[in-house]
């Protein structure tokens, strides 16, 4: 997008996020649940489903450099409405990369409005990712038989496709995954929601089950076996974009520190002023311009054609510590009354630590960054 349409389209959307949805953060806390009546059509207005789905199927195509921007702003809200327009737009993204034409013409349209979703369908509750799947995809003539379970799968509560990968051979070798599109209402395909999660309220996160679920061999994504490569590049990017997650929240951390070691007062004066205050605003700060930067040398990679396994990693690891030492601190500026609800930082701080989980735990992004260097990879500008 044109740099002055986008500065205008995200002026707009940060004027809807704090105006239309802040104000949602009480009822959704309250009722761990995401009033969808009311959130959808104000994520339609302003364009929040379509944020990385291409121009030609109705979304507004944005690089993620200028992505980045706008999940971070969400971010700094309730944090189950960052995990809806965050997987959404992950996985629309994903889509227009590995689909076929038809696919995607017959799917990222009804993304681009919210009329349809894409959830990610990996995570299983008995088995590893990768070449330890356990959900197997049997060729049948013209059909995949798959079976299998998997979990932890987010907006699985209203997601009307699924890109679920499976083994299409009964052994682990890399061509063994691939990636199969599955609708909602497919027979033989059950959706069951978890138990309420620590923070992110009204996220979904459901428990999918697949007893001789019948797809049609048309709905391979890509080339069969070429799953893990699939689901390696959906994840790198993705977790450039929890590393965003992880900066919007850590700057609203910080900011309402700022703000209120300004206000607060004891013996007489702020406690901004006292020398053990203003370290914990100064290592918030460091923490908040180091990952800025990471993200936003990563993000220009990516937008140029490059791949950034190593510097996704190592974004996403250092945004998920940094928010947590930014976090840690804004409690400590608030002292007891930053554990209560009277400031938004008790959800902040529990919002943060669902950055440790996504995409991949901590031991995933060293080996990932670890693995590179090894290879010889060395970062460039």
Not at 368 to 376: D, I, P, S
Request: glycine letters at 8%.
């Amino acid at each position: 997008m044109e740099q002055k349409a986008y500065e205008e389209l995200k002026a707009r959307i940060f004027d809807s996020i704090w105006r239309n949805l802040d104000p949602l953060e009480e009822e959704i806390e309250n009722n761990e649940a995401l009033p969808y009546d009311k959130l959808f059509p104000l994520l339609r207005e302003m364009g929040a489903f379509g944020l990385r789905i291409p121009e030609e199927y109705g979304g507004l195509g944005l690089t993620v450099s200028q992505y980045i921007d706008i999940i971070a702003e969400f971010s700094k809200i309730q944090g189950g409405i960052r995990v809806v327009v965050h997987v959404h737009n992950s996985m629309a993204s994903a889509l227009s990369k590995i689909a076929n034409e038809e696919q995607k013409r017959a799917v990222l349209p009804g993304c681009a409005v919210g009329e349809k979703s894409v959830a990610f369908a990996l995570t299983e509750p008995d088995h590893g990712t990768g070449l330890d799947l356990g959900t197997t995809a049997t060729r049948e003539g013209d059909h995949f038989i798959i079976n299998g379970r998997k979990h932890l799968i987010t907006n699985s509560d209203f997601a009307s496709h699924f890109i679920v990968f499976a083994k299409t051979k009964a052994d682990k070798s890399e061509d063994s995954v691939s990636a199969i599109l599955v609708e909602r209402d497919t027979p033989g395909f059950t959706i069951e929601a978890l138990p309420e999660t620590m923070g992110c309220k009204g996220g979904e996160h459901g428990v999918l089950t697949f007893e001789n679920v019948r797809v049609p061999v048309t709905n391979l994504l890509g080339e069969e076996g070429k799953g893990v490569y699939q689901l390696e590049e959906a994840l790198e990017i993705s977790r450039l974009y929890i590393a965003a997650t992880s900066l919007g929240t850590a700057e609203r951390a910080f900011d309402l520190s700022v703000e209120f070691a300004k206000e607060r007062k004891t013996f007489g004066k702020p406690i901004g002023e006292r020398q053990a205050i203003q370290r914990y605003i100064a290592e918030m700060g460091i923490d908040i311009y180091a990952l800025r930067n990471m993200i936003k040398d990563a993000a220009k990679k990516w937008d140029s054609g490059k791949r950034i396994p190593a510097e996704a990693s190592m974004c996403k690891q250092f945004g998920l510590e940094a928010v947590g030492r930014v976090t840690d601190r804004a409690l400590l500026v608030f002292g007891g009354i930053g554990y209560t609800r009277k400031y938004p930082i008790e959800r902040l701080y529990r919002d943060a630590r669902l950055n440790w989980l996504e995409e991949g735990p901590p031991t995933i992004q060293y080996m990932v960054a670890a693995r590179e260097f090894l290879k010889g990879y060395r970062w460039e500008e």
